[in-house]
């Protein structure tokens, strides 16, 4: 394992994986991570293609202990219809922790504003539990004080007319 760069020298640090796929040594690495003292915090897994197909891979992640962290404007659609859903289904299981704006520029499509983020994750969560998102807890992360979030919601159940299955 090479140098691991952690937020702000603190045991959290970020973890990207590639958006098409979900590659067979992730379960690996987010272990070998945990093992060394880290808390893992999985960047925007709604735009992972794979995990918005199998939205159980997140939901170890997470019963094991990781994190994870919400591009804002997924749920603005900016990434796609898969990807505004799976944020959407992500914060309504409280699969998510962070709302963040993953900006690359100052300007732009990839600006950092979080307010109508912020905004949708509102309506879905309330307003409390989105501002914590985008306060409260990463606060505790920059400080390395403990992130105990609430234990996921579980999948509501998918029936539609074929109820008698």
Not at 32 to 61: F, K, M
Not at 89 to 116: K, M, Q
Not at 147 to 157: C, G, I, K, N, Y
């Amino acid at each position: 394992m090479g140098h691991a760069f952690p937020l702000n020298r603190t045991r959290y640090i970020l973890v990207e994986l590639p958006l098409q796929s979900y590659p067979p040594y992730a379960d690996q690495v987010f272990f070998d991570l945990q093992v060394r003292g880290y808390r893992p915090i999985l960047a925007h897994p709604e735009r992972n293609e794979t995990i918005q197909s199998n939205h159980r891979l997140l939901e170890q992640l997470v019963q094991r202990g990781c994190l994870a962290q919400l591009t804002a404007s997924s749920l603005l659609g900016a990434w796609g219809p898969g990807a505004k859903k799976a944020a959407e289904v992500f914060l309504e299981r409280r699969l998510v922790h962070v709302l963040a704006s993953d900006a690359h520029h100052v300007e732009g499509f990839r600006a950092p504003i979080l307010s109508r983020g912020v905004a949708a994750a509102t309506r879905l969560i309330g307003q409390e539990a989105a501002t914590a998102m985008v306060l409260d807890t990463p606060q505790k992360m920059l400080a390395d004080l403990d992130v105990d979030p609430e234990p996921p919601l579980a999948a509501r159940s998918r029936r539609g007319w074929l109820f008698w299955r």
